[in-house]
C-alpha cells in the first residue's frame, strides 16, 4: 500500500498516526524502536478531509492490522486516533496520545505566541515571512515553505532536542490547509471532546512539561469525558518526546510499558 509503511514482522499489532497535519513520517523513529518487539504499522495520511482520513486509516488497519491495535498518535494525529477510536471502538484496544493538540479551543489561544517568544529576531522575521507567502496564492511551491516553516518552529517546541535524529518528512501544506480549518471548527463548537463518550478503550496521555500545547488543554476536557484514562507529564520535554535529550528513555520505557498494559 503506498500510503503505508511497515516495521518488524506480522501480526501488526500496533500503529503509529503521524500529526500535522500533512507531517508523513515524522513517527519513523517510534514506529522502528518498537518494532524490535512487534509488528508496527505507519499510515500515511493522504486525504484533504477529516472523514477521509478516518476512511483511510479504518482501510489500512483492517486490510493489514492484527485488530484490535493498539494506537499512537502524535499531535493531530492524537486527535485524529481520538476520532477515529469513537468511530470505530472495536477496532482498538488501546489508544496512546502523545503530544497531543489541545481538545478546548481556549488553551489554544496562546500557542503561537508561546512558539514566537522562544525564537531569536531572525527566526520570527523568517517565519512572518513564510506565513505571507504560504498565504499568497501566487507562490509557489507550497510545499517546500511549509517544510521550512514546520522546521523553524521546531525549535521552539523542542526543550533539548537531538539533533542528529530529525527523520524525513514529507511535508503536505493542501493537506494540512484543508484538514486543520475542520479540525478548528470541530474543537471550536466542542464536538471532538464530545466524541470521548463512545470511546471505551483505556487512554494514555503522554505530554512534555514544555509543549507549547498546554498539557490542561488535554489533560482536563478528557478527564471529563473518557472513564480509563491517564495522564503522564514528563519534564524539560517538548513536542517530539522521542527526540528529546532528557526524556526520551522515560518516553520509550513508558510506551513500552503500555504495550503490554491492557488494563487501567
Not at 54 to 77: A, C, F, K, N
Amino acid at each position: 500500500m503506498k500510503n503505508l509503511r511497515t516495521y518488524g514482522k506480522s501480526p501488526f499489532t500496533v500503529a503509529v498516526i503521524h500529526g500535522g497535519p500533512g507531517a508523513g513520517g515524522e513517527m519513523a523513529a517510534v514506529a522502528f524502536e518498537i518494532s524490535q518487539s512487534q509488528g508496527v504499522l505507519e499510515p500515511l495520511q493522504t486525504e484533504q478531509t477529516v472523514n477521509g482520513q478516518i476512511t483511510e486509516l479504518r482501510e489500512v488497519l483492517v486490510d493489514q492490522g492484527d485488530l484490535p491495535v493498539i494506537l499512537i498518535g502524535h499531535s493531530w494525529g492524537a486527535q485524529l486516533s481520538f476520532i477515529f477510536t469513537a468511530k470505530n471502538p472495536a477496532l482498538v484496544k488501546k489508544l496512546i496520545l502523545v503530544s497531543s493538540g489541545v481538545f478546548d479551543y481556549t488553551y489554544a489561544l496562546g500557542i503561537m505566541n508561546t512558539r514566537l517568544n522562544r525564537l531569536s529576531h531572525k527566526d520570527k522575521t523568517a517565519i512572518k515571512k513564510l506565513v505571507a507567502r504560504l498565504d499568497d496564492p501566487r507562490s509557489g511551491n507550497k510545499n517546500e515553505i511549509f517544510g521550512e516553516f514546520g522546521k523553524i518552529i521546531n525549535k521552539a517546541d523542542s526543550f533539548d532536542p537531538l539533533s542528529c535524529e530529525y527523520p524525513q518528512v514529507e511535508y503536505r501544506y493542501d493537506i494540512y490547509e484543508k484538514v486543520w480549518k475542520e479540525v478548528q471548527e470541530l474543537r471550536r463548537s466542542g464536538d471532538l471532546v464530545a466524541l470521548g463518550k463512545y470511546i471505551t478503550c483505556p487512554v494514555v496521555a503522554i505530554h512534555g512539561d514544555y509543549d507549547p500545547h498546554p498539557a490542561d488543554g488535554v489533560r482536563i476536557p478528557l478527564l471529563s469525558v473518557i472513564k480509563k484514562f491517564k495522564f503522564i507529564l514528563l519534564k524539560k520535554c517538548g513536542h517530539r518526546p522521542w527526540l528529546e535529550r532528557y526524556a526520551r528513555d522515560k518516553f520509550y520505557k513508558i510506551i513500552k510499558e503500555e504495550l503490554n498494559c491492557y488494563d487501567m
